[in-house]
Nanobody
Framework: QVQLVESGGGLVQAGDSLRLSCAAS????????MGWFRQAPGKERDFVAT????????DYTDSAKGRFTISRDNAKNTVYLQMNSLKPEDTAVYYC??????????????????WGQGTQVTVSS
C-alpha cells in the first residue's frame, strides 16, 4: 500500500516556476515507477511525466519537454515536478501516481495503482 500527498501548487503568472512535491508512504516507494498527470476543467486526465524506480529514465508529454523536470529522492520517499516557463494552458489539477506493478517508465494511467488527491496549479496570463 502506498499513500501519496501532493503539495506545491498555487497561483502564478505566465513565465513563473513552481515545484510540485509528492510525498509517499509505504515501504515499496523506491521500487515504484512514479508519474505526474494533470486534469484541466472539462477535460480528461492527461499524462505529464514519468520516472522509473532508479530515476535513470524519464519521459514527458511533448508540451512539457524542455520546461518540466521530474525527479525523485528515494531516501525521502518523494518525487518532484519542477515546472518552468509556465503557461496558462498548464492550468490544471496535478496528480501524483505510483505504479507498484511496473519498474519502467509508463505513460498510461492504467499502469498506476495509487493516486494522490491532487494539487491545483493556476497560471494567469
Amino acid at each position: 500500500q502506498v499513500q501519496l500527498v501532493e503539495s506545491g501548487g498555487g497561483l502564478v503568472q505566465a513565465g513563473d516556476s513552481l515545484r510540485l512535491s509528492c510525498a509517499a508512504s509505504g515501504r515499496t516507494f523506491s521500487s515504484n515507477t512514479m508519474g505526474w498527470f494533470r486534469q484541466a476543467p472539462g477535460k480528461e486526465r492527461d499524462f505529464v511525466a514519468t520516472i522509473n524506480w532508479r530515476g535513470s529514465s524519464t519521459d514527458y508529454t511533448d508540451s512539457a519537454k524542455g520546461r518540466f523536470t521530474i525527479s525523485r529522492d528515494n531516501a525521502k520517499n518523494t518525487v518532484y515536478l519542477q515546472m518552468n516557463s509556465l503557461k496558462p494552458e498548464d492550468t490544471a489539477v496535478y496528480y501524483c501516481a505510483a505504479g507498484s506493478r511496473i519498474s519502467t517508465i509508463m505513460r498510461s494511467g492504467a499502469g498506476y495503482d495509487y493516486w494522490g488527491q491532487g494539487t491545483q496549479v493556476t497560471v494567469s496570463s
